[in-house]
């Protein structure tokens, strides 16, 4: 399929406006059952990091931000691809082709969100250049446009492996946190800018952030993942930091800390635990709670009005796994794994990728959880509280897939009118030679 392409190197010369030339509208749920995105050549690692997905301000479609960071010896690379009826896709073969500079790794993590304007901005991290790339992408009358904003730069060892974007001090501009998780002093940190997005917004490049969090030991890995919502139930977006290597009488049992936004977030300075308004921490030795923002989901779950968390614990239980969920009915407090309101255990790793649909307009939540090793996604209406076994939940369905393929290992959930769509990393596809990967959609309808 011939795609017109448009490409931007970053760290090359100077970037320049994409234009694509029309985004196709967003078709029927059940014509998306076919789309798919394959690498291409050898390590290009399609699949191993989750996507994100742009919706656009009027009903033109959506583009699906695919990341492949390990393409062209370790460049990276990030394809813009319609969310579309078009079907299988190559990963070269996208509207916009955004690739890195030697060893930049363009594509370790990417995240995108929508401002007050309706325009939408992608973070793209690249560890091995210790930059995080901006893309501004106007979607709507058949278009779909791209402009590559100044990066934010670090000296930090690491900076890019994590990324999240939102509103968080309440001004109507979009914020940008970036994870450092194995910066020089080996703690991990997370340096926040505010006012990183929309059309208006300053440059990142060579300002230093307004913020900056640090882990509090040696090997915390403060900045592993990070997520965005309003867990504290205030109005106001907040920032989860996680630090896998959080550990109680050294233990590595893992920690996500919830750092309240609003006029709280101007007063972020220092260490982990002095600016944390909830804790949650793990209670196992190894379990490394927090490791990833693949296992991290966040969103209504029970239909209540308030934002739940959900966390993926592949390491629990001697590797079978689990699924454990805060409802955040609760007040913001300390909390770990063993308390949480719902415990789903499973096996073969269950939790390598955790995604969550919230509830909205009668239609129930739903939980996606994979075990990658034994080539299982389980898709689980909202449970109740309490500990449940995932063969216990009865008429859930399931998806047994090729273990080879590592399906499962990201994944995504996206509402639209017609039901939801769940995006599937499988790293492991090796149609374009080994490790080229894939992302895969499945459409969930009536539901």
């Known amino acids: ?25 967003l078709p029927a749920l059940a014509d998306l059952d076919g789309w798919s995105v394959a690498g291409e050549q050898p390590g290009d690692g399609v699949g191993a990091v989750g996507p994100a997905v742009i919706a656009a301000p009027s009903p033109t479609g959506a583009a699906v931000v695919v990341a492949a960071p390990g393409a062209e010896s370790g460049a990276g690379l990030v394809a813009l691809h319609p969310l579309d009826a078009d079907g299988a896709r190559a990963l070269r073969d996208a509207p916009a082709l955004l690739r890195g500079g030697p060893g930049a790794g363009l594509g370790a993590a990417v995240a995108a969100a929508t401002d007050a304007e309706g325009l939408g901005l992608v973070a793209v991290g690249a560890p091995g250049a210790r930059a995080v790339h901006l893309l501004l992408v106007e979607a709507g009358a058949g278009a779909l446009r791209v402009d590559e904003r100044p990066p934010a730069q670090s000296q930090r ?8 974007l939102a509103d968080l001090d309440g001004d109507g501009l979009l914020d940008l946190a970036v994870g450092a998780p194995e910066d020089d002093a080996g703690t991990g940190t997370v340096a926040l800018w505010l006012g990183a997005g929309g059309a208006g917004a300053k440059p990142l490049t060579d300002q230093p952030p307004d913020l900056e969090l ?19 139930g205030d109005g106001l977006n907040d920032l989860l930091v996680c630090a896998p290597g959080y550990d109680a009488e050294e233990e590595a049992v893992g920690a996500c800390a919830l750092l309240g936004g609003g006029a709280r977030i101007d007063d972020l300075q220092g260490d ?7 804790f949650t921490f793990g209670t196992a030795r190894g379990l490394r709670l927090g490791a990833a923002s693949a ?14 968390l959900a966390l993926g614990l592949p390491d629990a239980d001697d590797g079978d796994g689990a699924l454990v969920v805060f409802y955040g009915d609760r007040p913001p ?6 308390t949480a309101d719902l415990i789903v255990r499973g096996g073969g790793g269950l939790g390598q990728a955790v995604a ?13 959880a994979a075990a990658p090793s034994r080539g299982e996604v389980w898709l689980l209406p909202a449970p109740g509280r309490g500990v449940h076994r995932v063969e216990a939940l009865g008429g859930a369905p399931r998806s047994t897939l090729p273990v080879d393929d590592r ?41």
């Open 157 to 164: 060892r690491s900076f890019g492996a994590a990324v999240a």
């Open 356 to 368: 969550l649909l919230p509830a909205l307009g009668g239609r129930d939540g739903l939980l996606a």
């Open 1 to 25: 399929m011939g795609c017109p392409q448009a490409v931007v190197r970053f760290g090359g010369a100077e970037g320049a406006p994409v234009d694509t030339g029309g985004a196709a509208p």
């Open 295 to 308: 296992r991290l989901g966040v969103g209504d779950l029970d239909g209540d009005g308030r934002v739940d």
């Open 214 to 232: 640090s882990g509090e030991a040696e090997g915390d890995g403060l900045g592993s993942a990070l997520a965005v919502a309003d867990l504290s």
């Open 272 to 278: 982990l635990t002095d600016q944390a308004i909830a």
């Open 333 to 338: 407090g300390v909390r770990s794994d063993a």
């Open 407 to 447: 399906r499962g290992s990201t994944l995504q959930l996206r509402a639209f009118a017609e039901g939801a769509v769940l995006l599937l990393g499988a790293p492991g596809v090796a149609d374009g030679g080994a490790g080229a990967g894939a992302l895969e959609a499945v459409a969930l309808t009536g539901g």
